[in-house]
């Protein structure tokens, strides 16, 4: 018969093999997570996009005869720098999936829809932004010397409506990306699951 004081001994033992497993899980969910090219493009857009949000809060309105000048400058240079990254980082995610990860499949698509709709979103409002530009006449560049061509002729109403939707769209994004960090939080704090270890550096 088992002594009384086998029972901690044995779970002694078995400490090392539990942690060996835990280590080993970790290493499987980064192994198949995202690589160092899409964590780095994906945190490139986190900076862009508060960037943009930043500028455009504090940015004069635009109006008829509104130069592209200071903050409003800025924030040509910044979205089209943004454009660039988006444009990178779904070229990536499209020839480097990363592996699944270990959740239920009503998380998983939950996770797909919004993953979904945030990279619509990240292509729709700086190309309305874009258009509203052209349509005014402004040069849109890359870092300063790389000019994007003109999607919008110089003068279009659609084109400056599209500026306002533009502004709308923004306030959408803004909302996907707070449902996004709410459920990498809820990912953390409450189910206390790895899934966001699989993005950071």
């Known amino acids: 018969m088992r002594p009384r004081n086998a029972a901690p ?3 002694f033992k078995t400490a090392p093999l539990m942690r060996m497993q835990s280590v ?4 499987h969910l980064y192994a198949t997570g995202y690589d160092g090219v899409a964590k ?15 500028i455009g809060w504090t940015m004069p309105d635009i109006h008829k005869g509104t130069r ?18 988006v444009v990178l980082r779904i ?8 592996g699944p990860a270990p959740v239920s499949p009503l998380l998983r698509t939950v996770s797909h829809v919004t993953h979904g709709l945030l990279y619509l979103a990240l292509v729709i409002v700086p190309v309305l932004g874009w258009a509203n530009a052209s349509s005014r006449g402004w040069s849109v560049k890359l870092a300063g010397l790389l ?7 110089v003068g279009s109403s659609v ?10 769209l ?17 990912h953390r704090f409450v189910l206390k699951d790895l899934v966001l270890q699989r993005m950071l550096p």
């Not at 070229?91 to 999936?97: D, Q």
């Not at 000019?147 to 002729?153: T, V």
């Not at 084109?159 to 709308?168: A, F, K, R, T």
């Not at 923004?170 to 996004?180: E, M, R, S, T, V």
């Open 91 to 98: 070229v990536w995610r499209l020839t480097h999936r990363p």
């Open 147 to 153: 000019p994007y061509p003109s999607i919008s002729p």
């Open 24 to 27: 080993d899980t970790r290493s």
């Open 9 to 11: 001994h044995d779970a």
């Open 170 to 186: 923004a306030w959408a994004l803004l909302a996907l990306i707070g449902l996004h960090v709410a459920g990498a939080l809820y």
């Open 159 to 168: 084109g400056h409506e599209m500026g306002d939707i533009h502004g709308y």
């Open 40 to 54: 780095f493009l994906h945190w490139l857009v986190v900076v862009l996009i508060t960037a943009q949000f930043i």
């Open 68 to 85: 592209p000048e200071g903050l409003i400058a800025w924030h040509l240079g910044v979205g089209a720098t943004l454009v660039a990254a």
